[in-house]
């Protein structure tokens, strides 16, 4: 594949699409997302894709599921699900029925672990909805379907498994009194439509999705939330983007561990102008049963690459190869011979496609030659393909302490600490 001009169209598609940045994500996710979909319509030239992607909107959203990141589990961050029970029984008025949003809610495990969370705490059936909304058609199948492995269940606490799942054929399906508290919609944050009064949400969870964004975006996304949410609202936000609503209209409420914020406090302490929100697309992608919300859909017509690509060759990945290769970097590394594996960790993505741990190599290397920007988006992109890489995310930590960003490194720290007691280690 054509390693220049061509790929910057379809970054620029993705881009206004869905917001990714290829700043934090890295071109080679994008060439390894339009190689599998490419294999799977049996098209082999750059060009061909580029004006079949344009005439289809379904296959827009096949790229838009290749190369999103699906990422979460159960209670995930379980402190902002008390968070948002804290919050709720404290700001409760009259009976009308509670509204939150899970957006991103990717498979579904998110807004179910919102509706153990409130069930447990006593808020009876029906006394709240939860809307759950993303931007991936694969994941909200899935999400609907709500059949999961091992993998959505991590940690020492499972508890919660017992009470309302039941054993299936291929995992675990969450009873129905868990099921018919969630409706699910395609949708995407960046053309959600702004809500009020009664429709306004009292609880927003927007976790692990501003971190792929850029800061444009992540201000259009955060105001578009800002919309969404009731005054008196609570807005969750992950780990690694604390640092974020504060910039664009919002206030931290002290919940620890929580990452959450009230609008209120935000309007009261006068905020900063949220940055523009970026236009929502006239067509969505794919009928939506959201009135409110679309996928945002990219330009309408075709339109030529400025240079002509060379043919692709799709190939089929290589794992045991690829584990191997990957050995060999580490020894070089454990070795000292850092310029070796920067080469060798930019041979592997060019040959196997993106992986967390040629990123973190990646990485590595740079940091090692004091190209410290370079180094932390090569981590960054480790932890966009793997969020809890706990390597990638101690180098991270230490080359932010040393550039005198405590507060990133402080964040990094916790997050560890978190990993770590989670793994019992
Ligand atoms: C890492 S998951 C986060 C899921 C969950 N909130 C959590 O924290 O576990 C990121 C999700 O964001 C979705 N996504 C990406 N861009 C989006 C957008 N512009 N609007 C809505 N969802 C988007 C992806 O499809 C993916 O399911």
Not at 172 to 185: E, M
Not at 396 to 413: C, E, I, N, S
């Amino acid at each position: 594949m054509d390693e220049t001009a061509p790929i910057r169209d379809f970054e620029k598609l993705l881009r206004e699409t869905i917001g990714l940045s290829m700043e934090t994500v890295g071109a080679s996710v994008i060439r390894h997302a339009l190689k599998r979909r490419m294999t799977a319509c049996a098209i082999r030239d750059l060009h061909a894709y580029w004006a079949f992607l344009n005439g289809s909107p379904a296959e827009r959203q096949e790229l838009v599921d290749a190369v999103i990141v699906p990422e979460t589990w159960f209670f995930r961050d379980r402190e902002a699900f008390g968070a948002m029970v804290r919050h709720l029984r404290e700001n409760r008025a009259g009976n009308r029925p509670l509204k939150l949003l899970s957006l991103p809610c990717s498979t579904g495990e998110e807004p179910y672990s919102i509706a153990m969370a409130l069930l447990d705490a006593g808020f009876p059936d029906g006394s709240f909805q939860i809307d759950a909304i993303d931007v991936s058609s694969r994941n909200l199948v899935h999400a609907e379907r709500a059949i999961y492995g091992k993998n959505s269940f991590r940690g020492a606490d499972i508890a919660f498994r017992d009470r309302y799942f039941e054993a299936c054929e291929d995992g675990f399906r969450p009873h129905d009194i868990v099921r018919r508290q969630v409706r699910f919609r395609l949708g995407n944050v960046l053309a959600a439509a702004a809500q009020s009064g009664a429709d306004a949400y009292d609880v927003a969870f927007c976790r692990n999705l501003l971190i792929y964004f850029d800061r444009e975006t992540q201000g259009a996304a955060l105001a578009r939330l800002r919309q969404m949410l009731a005054d008196n609202g609570l807005l969750l936000v992950g780990p690694a983007e604390s640092g974020l609503p504060m910039l664009h209209g919002f206030a931290s409420v002290r919940y620890p561990h929580a990452f959450a914020f009230s609008k209120a406090e935000a309007a009261a302490t006068k905020p900063s102008e949220p940055p523009p929100a970026r236009k929502p697309r006239p067509a969505p992608m794919k009928a939506s049963p959201l009135p409110q919300m679309q996928v945002a859909a990219p330009r309408p017509a075709p339109r030529p690459f400025l240079q002509k690509a060379a043919p692709t060759q799709p190939s089929a990945p290589a794992p045991d190869q690829a584990a191997a290769n990957l050995a060999e970097i580490e020894r070089a590394a454990d070795a000292g011979r850092l310029t070796e594996v920067q080469a060798a960790a930019e041979r592997h993505i060019a040959e196997f496609g993106p992986s967390p741990d040629a990123f973190y190599w990646l990485g590595l290397a740079h940091d090692a030659a004091d190209a410290a920007e370079e180094a932390i988006r090569n981590y960054r992109k480790a932890l966009y393909l793997a969020p809890h890489h706990q390597r990638a995310l101690a180098q991270l930590r230490l080359l932010q302490q040393r550039l005198g960003d405590h507060g990133g490194a402080k964040a990094l720290a916790d997050r560890l600490d978190r990993l770590a007691k989670r793994s019992g280690t």
